[in-house]
Structure formats: structure tokens, C-alpha cells
């Protein structure tokens, strides 16, 4: 099983990408073929359209990075973390928590993420 931490940096580091192949590569390295993510903004299913979910949101936010704010906690199976949003140099424009299921193989198969609004 894959270190938990390196996961969720991986799972940060695939909302940064703005290349959607090596974005395609960190999604399917970190999140499993069939898996789901949703929040109150968008949802996707598999390595294809969550990927092509991730470069909308880039659309949206041009300029703007994900970074790990707190975690990850992780027990049985399941973790959760903090994240922000924010422009280079500013203060966030988002922040949320992520709540994940963990496969066997150490990927994520289902990530529920929550907003919490800008600090």
C-alpha cells in the first residue's frame, strides 16, 4: 500500500497540472479507473472525466494553485484533508475539506470535497 501523504500530495499536485496529459497520468496514478469525486460545484467518474473536470475548474480559476492546508488523517480506510485556493502571492479564494476512501492498491476511489468559503 502507497503512503497516504504521498497520495494526497499527488491528488494536490494533479489539480496544479495544467498539462491535461501528465494531468491524465497523476489522475490515474492517484484516483482508481472507476472512481468518483463530487462536490457542491461539479462531479466526475473515471480517469478521463475527472480529469477534464480539473482543467475546467483551471479554466476558472487561471492563475490560481491548490495547496495542502491540513493532513492528511488517515484510519480505516478512509482520510481527509484541508486545501486552499489562491491566486500566486494572495490570499485564498477557497478553502475545503476533502473526504476520500482508500483502494486496496492505496489510490483514491471516492472523494467527497466540501467548501468552507475564503479565510
Known amino acids: 500500500m502507497r503512503d497516504i501523504t504521498t497520495v494526497v500530495n499527488s491528488y494536490i499536485d494533479m489539480w496544479n497540472e495544467l498539462s491535461e496529459d501528465v494531468r491524465q497520468e497523476l489522475v490515474a496514478s492517484t484516483l482508481t479507473d472507476d472512481a468518483t469525486y ?6 466526475g467518474s473515471g480517469v478521463q472525466e475527472i480529469t477534464s473536470m480539473i482543467g475546467a475548474a483551471q479554466a476558472q480559476f487561471p492563475g490560481h ?9 488517515a ?6 484533508f484541508s486545501w486552499s485556493l489562491s491566486p500566486e502571492g494572495g490570499d485564498p479564494v477557497a ?9 486496496d492498491d492505496g489510490r483514491l476511489e471516492s472523494v467527497t470535497g466540501f467548501l468552507e468559503g475564503a479565510s
Open 38 to 43: 463530487v462536490d457542491p460545484m461539479m462531479s
Open 65 to 73: 494553485r491548490f495547496a495542502l492546508v491540513a493532513g492528511p488523517d
Open 75 to 80: 484510519h480505516h480506510g478512509r482520510v481527509r
Open 95 to 103: 478553502v475545503g475539506v476533502d473526504f476520500a476512501t482508500i483502494a
